[in-house]
């Protein structure tokens, strides 16, 4: 009985993990990419470059996760969620909310 209780604990906190990194992701996802480079093999086979990742890390960090996310458990497959988490990703991205915000916050 105390073995089932157990096992049922760990099963549910191994599916909760990736929600855990994903909103860590969507919060800072600088930090995210740079932790995964360092600890994980995430991105290996997704470039064949390094200049992919780095330009990703500076210019559209959301997206080169989402696009890392599509290769690796979406197979690579672009079907219409990967494509609709991709435009989102891109929104959040290029979004201009954040600099305006901090304008106002200056302004008040």
């Known amino acids: 009985m105390a073995t089932r209780f157990l ?13 855990i990194v994903a909103l860590f992701a ?3 996802p ?3 990419i740079v ?4 600890i994980t ?10 200049l992919w990742p ?3 890390l500076m210019f559209l960090p959301t997206t080169l996760l989402w ?3 599509v290769h690796n458990w979406f197979g690579g497959q672009w079907d219409l969620i990967p494509f609709a988490g991709l435009v989102v990703a891109l929104i959040i991205d ?3 909310a954040s600099p305006r915000r901090r304008h106002v916050e200056t302004m008040a």
Request: hydrophobic residues 55%; positive net charge; glycine residues 4%.
């Open 7 to 19: 096992y049922a604990t760990f099963s549910a906190e191994r599916h909760f993990m990736p929600l």
């Open 26 to 28: 969507l919060l800072v």
């Open 30 to 32: 600088r930090i995210t």
């Open 35 to 38: 932790v995964l480079w360092f």
């Open 41 to 50: 093999n995430w991105f290996q086979g997704v470039f064949n470059t390094v």
């Open 54 to 56: 780095m330009l990703g």
């Open 67 to 69: 696009y890392s996310v």
């Open 94 to 96: 290029i979004s201009p």
